[in-house]
């Protein structure tokens, strides 16, 4: 009974810490992921231009907007590999990505990441 319990005690407590999933969803930039989420992609680059991946895709940091409107900000170590991805792709604002990793509240320290 006890060995069941302590089982269950450690299952939980990695549910807790981190949750790792696969999440589908558009590249942008993450000072742009609040009113995106709010306001619609599209309104919200018409209104904005400097939230366009267009012209400049170098950011410090990214963020990934899924279809329910869920948002995630993309850990450090994958800016390079967005990079990358922003590079071979022509409407760099319609970037869809698959991502794999563990989620930490709005986080997610991505695993494995490719194009939809």
Not at 26 to 44: A, I, L, Q, S
Not at 64 to 90: A, E, M, S
Request: proline fraction near 2%.
């Amino acid at each position: 009974m006890r060995k069941t319990l302590l089982i269950a005690a450690l299952f939980l407590s990695g549910c807790v810490l981190g949750r790792a999933a696969e999440l589908q969803g558009v590249v942008v930039d993450w000072n742009c992921v609040k009113p995106m989420v709010k306001d619609g992609r599209e309104k919200t680059l018409r209104n904005n231009r400097n939230c366009s991946l267009m012209h400049n895709y170098r950011r410090s940091a990214y963020g990934i907007i899924t279809v329910d409107k869920k948002f995630y900000r993309l850990d450090d170590q994958n800016n390079d590999h967005v990079l990358q991805l922003l590079q071979g792709t022509p409407d760099k604002d319609d970037l869809k990505v698959i991502v794999t990793g563990d989620i930490a509240g709005d986080a997610i320290k991505v695993a494995t990441m490719s194009l939809l």
